[in-house]
């Protein structure tokens, strides 16, 4: 293959992935003009004129120029671990950099859980804000159909929720296409109604913004709280960054994405100069009136794809969480043969549609819902902003300088949007608020429960040494083929072995001590997937290592590692394990709530050996109780 021939292949696949980035990666940051301005100029204060207009659009300008453009597509996108961001996959990262400090680790682990637990507020805020807001273009149409606004919302998430468990695969290649006709459409609305009103063009001066913050003050700060629904969607740009890579991400936005809203938005600032009145909903009222049924139909499709992605998010950060052993585990279906990333969780499907229907029917219209939806989505930026930072002085290695002038430019920006949205909590903002502390709580309670079943076996456990050496020493009946022992610590002796030991008094031929254990990348390392030490007496400790992106399976895994005496055979291999009771009590460690909650947990979670892949047939369990 020529230069010319591999070139041009490589860039047949950069176009590729940029157009699947449009579809999937921007569909929430573009669907934002279907609600921003409106909502901006809904702030107490802030009247209509020429000169507020200005002010507005360079704000909103600046806005995406410095927090999506410089932070997010330049800055964060650069803290890829391993290919893979998003909250989790930046809190491991940041976990690493931190191994000497366990205190340093310990509130790096509380950032990053209490980010991606509003993430999950996101994920609730973004499909009802999103299909509410292209719904209401109904109204525009037809005042008279205004009271079927809700309904028909509330169907069109049914329907969208109802698909998940098809996955995405069959539709994904039409995502790409549907976008780039949406970003098209929005920029020539905005680019007719510019040529019209060319002075608007001049917002592009920062300084309009700062005169609009001289003549507004505390206004013009409030206003902010509407200035920041523009940047929604844009923490989806590093969560999907390992789907894409970084160059299609920037290539789509640069190139494509930015200037499409950046005329839409000017666009609407120019219908507003012209007629005052159209700001009931300007995004609808820059469409031509023979145009607008087929606008209202592709905003429903652009929001229902937005969703989508968010939603696939949602499902990416739990199993993510589960890997991590922040959240219990839970049932995971592959939808597609070849994505491995196209998933599909059934409870937090289920539980998903239940709060989205639910803030719908709550708030009612999108003006309400953009008081929510701005807590969320900058809680979220100012910790991962917090994160990136520990990362580019622990990991990149830069100065304290450096990272001191890039935090105080960054952080003062999430800081000012997240503060003129803390305003909005008693009107709404306390919904996604409510939302992050239930799902931090659950995630929270779950590591530390882990810990402390843990814990509380390894105190009352044998040393697992010394019980092979009086194996030794008195030798019991030994049957064919290899037995299995997960436990979640390697130095005692599992209660399974001991029960088994106990009751059925023989022991097999092969004895595995196994652990399951997640590395903070998303994919092992094939040196590092295994580790094999022989104890003597034909018994060894095996520990198996899998990324926080993979699926572990277990017997699959086994049938590859030939170092524990002779290849495992799974027909001649039985699997036993210890399941834990958990009894509450008021032990120190956790409070009696939290104990109880965590026992729930435990009751409602699938068994390991289902997570792991275990055959049923192939498995024998055997119950403990333990106190915590």
């Known amino acids: 293959m020529n230069d010319d021939t591999q070139q041009h292949v490589t860039s047949t696949r950069l176009s590729a992935l940029a157009l699947g980035a449009i579809g999937v990666v921007f569909g929430d940051i573009g669907t934002s003009p279907l609600y921003t301005v409106k909502e901006v100029f809904n702030t107490p204060g802030v009247e209509l004129s020429p000169q507020t207009i200005f002010g507005m659009l360079s704000l909103i300008f600046w806005a995406l120029v410095l927090t999506v453009s410089l932070k997010y597509v330049v800055f964060i996108m650069r803290a890829d671990n391993k290919g893979e961001g998003g909250m989790m996959a930046l809190m491991a990262l940041a976990q690493r950099s931190a191994r000497t400090s366990p205190r340093a680790r310990w509130w790096i682990v509380m950032f990053g859980l209490f980010g991606a637990s509003l993430f999950y507020g996101d994920g609730v805020i973004t499909p009802a ?6 719904m209401e273009g109904i109204e525009v149409a037809a005042p008279a159909l205004q009271p079927y606004i809700v309904p028909v919302t509330v169907l069109i998430i049914i329907a969208l929720f109802a698909l998940q468990r098809y996955g995405t695969a069959r539709v994904g290649a039409m995502f790409g296409p549907v976008m780039v006709i949406w970003f098209i459409c929005i920029a020539l609305l905005g680019v007719r109604m510019i040529v019209q009103q060319p002075q608007v063009l001049l917002a592009l001066n920062p300084w309009y913004g700062f005169e609009f913050f001289a003549q507004h003050r505390i206004h013009a700060f409030l206003a902010l709280g509407g200035v920041v629904l523009a940047l929604t969607g844009a923490e989806a740009l590093y969560a999907d960054m390992g789907h894409f890579g970084k160059q299609p991400i920037r290539l789509a936005w640069f190139g494509f994405v930015s200037p499409a809203l950046v005329l839409n938005y000017f666009g609407q600032g120019a219908l507003l100069l012209t007629n005052p009145k159209a700001i009931e909903n300007p995004f609808y009222l820059l469409v031509p009136p023979m145009l607008l049924y087929p606008a209202i139909v592709l905003a429903a499709v652009a929001t229902v794809i937005a969703s989508q992605a968010v939603i696939s998010g949602a499902f990416s950060m739990t199993r993510e969480a589960i890997q991590l052993g922040y959240a219990p585990r839970m049932k995971i279906v592959h939808t597609s043969r070849e994505v491995s990333g196209q998933i599909f969780l059934p409870w937090i499907n289920r539980l998903l549609l239940v709060l989205v229907i639910a803030a719908v029917i709550g708030f009612r ?194 049938a590859m590692i030939k170092q524990c005496g002779l290849p495992f055979d799974l027909m001649d291999t039985t699997f036993f394990l210890s399941r834990e009771s958990i009894v509450a ?40 109780q333990v106190e915590i």
Not at 129 to 134: F, H, K, Q, R, Y
């Open 129 to 134: 804000i999103s299909v509410l807001s292209a």
């Open 365 to 558: 219209s999108s003006d309400n819902l953009g008081a929510a939806y701005g807590i969320a989505v900058t809680g979220t930026m100012v910790i991962t902003t917090a994160l990136a930072l520990i990362v580019a002085r622990r990991i990149w290695g830069w100065s304290r300088l450096a990272v001191a002038l890039t935090g105080a430019v960054f952080l003062t920006i999430d800081a000012s949007f997240f503060a003129a949205n803390a305003v909005k909590i008693e009107h709404g903002g306390w919904f996604p608020l409510v939302l992050g502390v239930v799902v931090f709580t659950i995630l929270a309670t779950w590591r530390r429960g882990r810990e402390l079943v843990i814990r509380e076996v390894k105190q009352g456990g044998l040393a697992l040494e010394p019980f092979i050496a009086s194996i030794a020493a008195h030798p019991p009946l030994r049957v064919p083929g290899s037995a299995v022992f997960l436990t979640a610590n390697q130095a005692g002796v599992p209660h399974a072995l001991l029960h088994n030991l106990k009751h059925n008094k023989v022991l097999h031929e092969r004895n595995v001590i196994l652990t399951v254990e997640t590395v903070e990348t998303p994919m092992a390392e094939a040196a590092e997937r295994f580790s094999v030490e022989s104890l003597g007496g034909s018994f060894y400790k095996l520990i198996l290592r899998f990324g926080f992106a993979e699926d572990p399976d277990v017997p699959d895994t086994l």
């Open 585 to 624: 009590t008021d032990r120190p460690g956790m409070a009696l709530w939290r104990d109880k909650l965590f026992a729930f947990l435990q009751r409602n979670a699938i068994p390991a050996t289902a997570f792991f892949r275990i055959p049923g047939n192939r498995l024998v369990e055997l119950g403990t």
